[in-house]
């Protein structure tokens, strides 16, 4: 059995699936507050939410068009002080939002424009250098209080729902996003990139663009993760949205659901959010560790990650009958 | 009319490699409707000159028009917009889709660039079946075999929609049964409208299917006509038997 | 500015070019023999810093020696790290999705095995040498960085003739130039990649060494000369090892004079302007444009 057959029973398996199971999920997620759930676990699925988005926008980049970055913290810090100083000026958030999807869009580009004209390991470079070189500049900002971070201040009295519902509803957002592009024009032409970029040349498709594109919405998607999240902390430091761990953790989560599909990020990234905190606290020392390992092992031996594992179980028990 | 504005148009093409002149002050012009083939001993530069004109290297100096517009140096994806569109002599599928999603890929970037995704596999299928491949739609383009992947390629050419299709020893490595249909496949393109640009090593081959045929020899034009000129030009002959440099020894 | 400033940030700026260039050459190396990009460079320089410390905290070796000796542990920490997992990667020619995170969770792991060997202290090694000063004419320049710049040039002298007159060094250079014609004339990959990949990572382990006698670490030490390294393979053009000297320079230059102007805080943002603008300026690397010129001529 060839990698690119299990990628495509993972496809089959994903889309038999996809059908009725998104609005289920969505359903149930969105009724979920009627049962009453404890703060904590609302706490947890709200960043679940954000980590499934970010997740989901990571594979937009990676998976489909087969970019590999190191640096999505990036947009999701820039994204975080957006919003953060926004409101602190007094505009609402859902503004605030929207203007952390566009700087976030505006900073993919500082990377994109000069890395993305060259094939080769130069956009993987350069997501490190930008994500070290940004940290190192917010750490030493002033006027968004440097190292020691930034507080928002909200006069709005402060309702967790709220904050759950928006993480949902970026959430959805995303997955909408995704699915949409995964059959469409835009995701064939980013897939063929990915698979044989000079072939996809030849059959009209210009990469350039095309990876601006896609790096500019993924970039977006998590800017407004981080703004998000931003809200909901009202304390951000460079160290935390910044973080290379916040890096480590978006690209990670993709590739434990699977890379390159639409599920496999969602999986990703419920598995990571309900699972990480668990981790950090039982293994302060050593998480980075873990998933350091984990990434040497599913590459080496499941690179489709837990949907291209269903996928093969899938075929083998269907083979059996 | 139509030579005043030749389809395809390749006015003293030289490409150097360090010192060595590749291909040098090549010119012709392809007419509409034709399939011009080039051939020449290994090394006489095909491939280099397929490169100029499909746009994958720039010629150290020279013109290629078409239709009186300059292509020279233009990159793939821009040529397929003007109706140029290639195949790979050793075929690129795109292994991780199906054979319809390649060739959809094809129908969305191509020349009328469709955007709708139902417009879309209903010209995709449309294609395979003219390459005879339609009942392989839906299986992955790796595990498909070394004819039906070059059918592949023809079917995701001929899905841009292209005025002037570019082909690159599309023969190679196939068997007789399927050379002889790959050949009747080319005709029929022609037939169709689209313009064909083929280069072979097999001189059986473009000899049969061509209607105009140019002979590479040391990356210089060595002759140009029918397939009976060419077969009858002494030079051609000299330069595939060398009778007379064996003479000379 | 007098001359004697001028001078004595051209005489420092050299001396960090040549550690500089001893830190990028393994993964010029790593890179042009198996099309890789070393990300866990950062986390085998963190372990040639370590191991150099240990050899002069336990056993008394002088550090610079130490440094050395940190080579051959490595290189076999190299070999067997291709041996185990680098190996089973597909060959490509150019870097892959998997590589990169393959290596990046090498990183991942050997950095937080640090922290939990070493724990998160900054360390350094101190001796007599480190604060000691050598007087030329009216410039100052620091024994140990002299020092270490000496040592360095040793090791890529000692480079080159391995590359040059031995028969391996001349597989991993027909491997850099041209795979297939290697592998025709009966060049065993496997092998060769696995040497040079203990290569790379002997050398990082050596620069790390070295590194760590000039600067203090912790188990995060190397990110910030990962990047360097970066911009440095980046404008030497990738898998030129003269590249990697010129690129030291170059950075090495442009960080000492860019002092002048802007905090030291934001160094790192410099090395990233720069490689931006390598990339969209330059981006074969210098050796392009030496390439071009000759092609001109």
Redesign the interface.
């Known amino acids: 059995m060839?990698?690119?057959?299990v990628?495509?029973a993972a496809q089959r398996v994903a889309r038999w699936r996809s059908a009725p199971l998104p609005w289920l999920l969505l359903a149930a997620l969105a009724a979920l507050p009627l049962l009453s759930p404890s703060p904590n676990f609302v706490r947890l699925l709200f960043t679940t939410f954000l980590w499934v988005t970010t997740s989901m926008a990571w594979n937009l980049v990676?998976g489909f068009a087969?970019q590999?970055s190191?640096g999505f913290a990036v947009f999701y810090g820039m994204g975080a002080y957006t919003t953060a100083l926004l409101m602190n000026t007094g505009v609402d958030p859902v503004p605030a939002f929207a203007a952390s999807a566009l700087s976030a869009a505006l900073v993919s580009l500082?990377v994109g424009?000069?890395?993305f004209?060259?094939?080769?390991?130069?956009f993987?470079?350069?997501t490190?250098?930008?994500s070290?070189?940004v940290r190192?500049?917010m750490?030493?900002l002033s006027f968004t209080g440097g190292a020691s971070g930034y507080r928002i201040v909200e006069h709005r009295p402060f309702h967790q729902l709220e904050h759950y519902y928006s993480a949902l509803l970026l959430a959805a957002l995303a997955f909408v996003i995704s699915a949409l592009i995964a059959?469409?024009?835009f995701g064939?032409?980013l897939?063929?990139i990915r698979?044989?970029e000079?072939?996809?040349?030849?059959?009209?498709?210009?990469?350039y663009p095309y990876k601006l594109a896609v790096h500019a919405l993924a970039a977006a998607l998590t800017g407004v993760a981080g703004g998000v999240f931003a809200r909901y902390a009202a304390f951000i430091h460079p160290a935390g949205v910044f973080g290379?761990h916040t890096s480590?953790h978006i690209?990670l989560m993709p590739?434990i659901g699977g890379?390159?599909t639409v599920w496999g990020p969602v999986l990703g990234g419920f598995v990571f959010g309900i699972v990480e905190e668990e981790i950090v606290a039982s293994f302060p020392?050593?998480h980075?560790?873990i998933?350091?390992?984990?990434?040497?092992l599913i590459?080496?031996f499941e690179?489709g990650g837990i949907l291209g594992g269903l996928g093969k179980l899938f075929r083998r028990f269907r083979g059996r009958r | 009319m139509e030579d005043a504005d030749p389809i395809l148009e390749v006015d003293k093409v030289t490409r150097y490699f360090g010192g060595l002149a590749a291909v040098k002050d090549v010119s012709f012009k392809v007419r509409q409707g034709q399939i011009f083939g080039f051939m020449g001993p290994n090394g006489a530069g095909k491939t280099t000159l397929f490169s100029m004109i499909?746009g994958?290297l720039k010629p150290s100096s020279g013109k290629i028009r078409s239709r009186g517009r300059d292509i020279t140096g233009a990159?793939?994806?821009?040529l397929?917009?003007l109706g140029i569109?290639?195949t790979?002599q050793i075929v690129?599928?795109?292994?991780?889709?199906?054979v319809l999603?390649n060739v959809?890929?094809?129908v969305?970037?191509?020349?009328q660039?469709?955007?709708g995704?139902a417009a879309?596999r209903e010209r995709a299928i449309e294609a395979l079946g003219y390459a005879g491949i339609d009942q392989l739609a839906n299986y992955?383009?790796?595990?498909l075999s070394v004819g039906h992947q070059k059918r592949l390629e023809i079917a995701?050419?001929l899905a841009?929609d292209p005025d002037l299709l570019l082909s690159d020893e599309i023969c190679g490595g196939l068997t007789h049964a399927e050379t002889s249909e790959m050949l009747a496949l080319l005709r029929r393109i022609r037939d169709s409208g689209t313009t064909v640009m083929y280069v072979e090593h097999d001189v059986k081959a473009i000899t049969s299917v061509c209607d105009r045929i140019m002979v590479l020899n040391y990356g210089r034009k060595l002759a140009e006509g029918t397939p009976d000129e060419i077969q009858n030009d002494p030079a051609v002959i000299e330069a595939y038997l060398g009778t007379r440099a064996r003479g000379r020894s | 500015m007098t001359l004697v400033d001028f001078t004595s940030l051209m005489v420092s700026a050299l001396l960090l070019a040549g550690i500089y260039a001893v830190m990028s050459v393994g993964m010029t190396v790593i890179?042009g023999v198996m099309k890789i990009?070393n990300?866990a460079h950062a986390g085998f320089m963190m372990l040639g810093a370590y191991l150099a410390l240990e050899l002069f905290e336990r056993f008394q070796i002088d550090p610079i020696l130490a440094a050395f000796l940190t080579f051959p542990v490595m290189f076999l920490l190299g070999g067997a790290v291709h041996w185990v997992?680098v190996r089973?990667l597909p060959h490509a020619d150019?870097?892959t999705?998997?590589s990169?995170?393959?290596m990046?969770?090498?990183?991942?792991?050997l950095?937080?095995?640090g922290?939990?060997i070493w724990g998160n202290t900054d360390r350094s090694i101190f001796t007599p040498r480190t604060l000691s000063v050598v007087n030329v004419g009216p410039i100052a320049i620091s024994t140990l960085r002299l020092v270490v710049f000496i040592a360095a040039l040793v090791c890529l002298g000692l480079l080159e003739a391995w590359l040059h007159y031995t028969w391996f060094g001349r597989s991993v250079r027909a491997l850099i130039q041209n795979r297939y014609a290697a592998l025709i004339t009966g060049v065993h990959e496997d092998r060769t990649a696995g040497i040079a990949f203990g290569l790379g990572i002997g050398f990082a382990g050596l620069a790390g060494g070295l590194l760590g006698s000039l600067y203090s670490f912790d188990p995060d030490f190397g990110?910030?000369f990962?990047?360097r390294a970066?911009?440095i393979i980046?404008l030497g053009g990738?898998d030129s090892i003269s590249g990697v000297a010129i690129g030291a320079l170059v950075l090495a230059l442009v960080e000492t004079f860019s002092i002048i102007f802007v905090?030291a805080?934001?160094?790192?943002?410099i090395?990233?302007?720069l490689?931006?603008?390598v990339?969209?300026v330059l981006?074969g690397g210098i050796a392009s444009l030496l390439a071009k010129a000759r092609r001109l001529a």
Not at chain 1, 291 to 296: M, N, Q, T
Not at chain 2, 92 to 98: A, I, N, V
Request: net charge positive; glycine share 8%; proline share 7%.
């Open positions: 060839n990698a690119s057959s990628v495509i990676g087969g590999v190191f500082v424009v000069p890395a004209r060259l094939r080769g390991p130069y993987a470079i350069a490190i250098g930008i070290e070189a190192v500049v750490t030493n059959h469409a024009k064939l032409g897939q063929a698979q044989d000079d072939a996809a040349a030849d059959l009209g498709v210009n990469p290379f480590v690209l590739v890379i390159g020392q050593v980075l560790l998933y350091g390992s984990l990434l040497i590459i080496l690179p | 499909a994958a990159p793939a994806f821009k397929i917009k569109a290639r790979h690129r599928p795109f292994r991780e889709m199906t999603e959809q890929v094809a969305h970037f191509g020349k660039a469709v955007t995704r879309a992955p383009a790796a595990i995701r050419a841009t | 890179y990009v990300l997992l089973r150019e870097p999705l998997p990169l995170l393959l990046f969770g090498l990183w991942l792991v950095q937080n095995l922290y939990l990110r910030a990962l990047i970066f911009v980046v990738l905090p805080g934001y160094q790192l943002a090395s990233f302007a490689l931006a603008l990339l969209i981006p």
